[in-house]
């Protein structure tokens, strides 16, 4: 199946620092959503977008669907040790069900 | 959110057994549920589509005789992995769509030695 563009695969910050991510797509998207995972965990939902241009916060965490609707950013603001994991974008259209997941973006946070 | 609850979260077991991994929605009903294999520092890829009353959907290169799915119910769709082996050994994890979102387990870590 498709496999997302996700960039970075991984970031190495200080605390405090605010983290940028994105995710590309060949394709048009209608929904496009944002997880964390944490190590042995199943993936948590963080932000659900469903407009192009849409701009949607989450606590520190602020996600936009882009206006071509084949990207979408993810911004975390003053990071924290709790912050680290595994992010990942999904997208989907309307065709079928299926949600296609980036490649993922693994934080670390220096105390 | 959706609340999905996958049991067991680890399991050890000698080759050639057979083990079930279990996903049920606990809030809600889900006539799908989707599941996923995941390697270590990798992204999810997704298995086979379980629909209620239905025979799963499997994606391509997923032995369907290998990786037995039932979704008997609203809110239940079992994995089995049959006969296991070495190779098995994964991060298994299973999801539902509630509207326009999609929810996971916990995951179960099989280790088949």
């Known amino acids: 199946g498709q496999q997302l563009n996700q960039s970075p695969q991984s970031m190495f910050i200080q605390e405090g620092e605010d983290v940028s991510m994105n995710c590309t797509s060949s394709?048009?998207?209608?929904?496009w959503l944002w997880y964390k995972q944490d190590p042995g965990e199943g993936p948590v939902l963080l932000i659900a977008?469903?407009?192009?241009?849409e701009l949607t916060s989450n606590g520190r965490l602020t996600a936009q669907f882009g206006i071509t609707r084949k990207d979408s950013f993810l911004n975390i603001s003053a990071s924290i040790p709790s912050d680290v994991g595994i992010y990942f974008c999904?997208?989907?259209?309307?065709?079928?069900?299926?949600?296609?997941f980036g490649t993922g973006t693994s934080l670390t946070v220096i105390p | 959110g959706a609340v999905v609850s996958q049991h067991p979260s680890r399991v050890i077991c000698k080759s050639g057994t057979s083990v079930k991994i279990e996903c049920r929605s606990l809030?809600?009903?889900?006539?799908?549920m989707f599941w996923y294999r995941q390697f270590p520092k990798q992204s999810l890829m997704l298995m086979a589509t379980?629909?209620?009353?239905?025979?799963?959907?499997?994606e391509q290169g997923v032995e369907k005789d290998k990786f037995l799915i039932n979704h008997a119910s609203l809110t239940l769709s079992t994995l089995t992995v049959t006969s296991a082996h070495p190779e098995d050994s994964s991060f298994y994890i299973c999801?539902?769509?509630?509207?326009?979102?999609?929810?996971f387990g916990s995951g179960t870590q099989l280790s088949v030695l």
């Open positions: 999801s539902a769509r509630v509207y326009e979102k999609l929810f």
């Open positions: 394709s048009i998207f209608n929904t």
């Open positions: 977008l469903y407009k192009a241009g």
């Open positions: 999904a997208g989907s259209s309307n065709t079928g069900n299926q949600f296609y």
């Open positions: 809030d809600f009903q889900a006539t799908t």
């Open positions: 379980s629909n209620e009353g239905s025979k799963a959907t499997y």
